[in-house]
């Protein structure tokens, strides 16, 4: 099965608080054990490097871009397809809602995430937003 992992599961792997990171790593492992593979997209990409492009991100950029040419990755290139679609994932569908507030649509980053996923052919959204886990139109598995 093909994985699209959402940007917080790759800044968990990477660097994330201690606790965070070890649930991502060992969750990635196990499904890498058991023959998934992994993609991302270059949104991902640009949501994980914002942080470590200031001073002292020398080794923050390295630790990222270790994983992001990782043997078991593909970076999807964004198309045309996935922008549409992201425009009626966000047009179409709103994060649950909690009254007495009202359903606001998806945002634009995780409307394109899904579309990337969804287009490519991915078989599983995996995320650590729980406000996602409802979105009919792709499994998604919520970091354990």
């Known amino acids: 099965m093909l994985y699209y992992l959402d940007s917080a599961i790759v800044i968990y792997a990477v660097e994330g608080n201690p606790t965070n990171q070890q649930r991502a790593l060992n969750h990635l492992a196990a499904l890498e054990l058991a023959g998934h593979r992994f993609a991302i997209s270059e949104l991902t990409r640009t ?50 809602a909690i009254p007495p507030a009202q359903p606001t649509r998806y945002g634009m980053a995780d409307a394109l995430h899904l579309a990337a996923a969804i287009e490519f052919g991915c078989d599983v959204f995996l995320t650590n937003d729980n406000q996602l886990a409802n979105f009919p139109d792709i499994t998604i598995e919520v970091l354990p």
């Open 47 to 96: 949501e994980c490097l914002v942080p470590v492009f200031g001073p002292g991100g020398g080794q923050r950029l390295s630790d990222f871009f270790r994983f992001f040419h990782g043997p078991n990755l593909r970076t999807l290139i964004l198309t045309s397809a996935m922008h549409e679609r992201a425009g009626a994932i966000r047009g179409g569908h709103t994060y649950p």
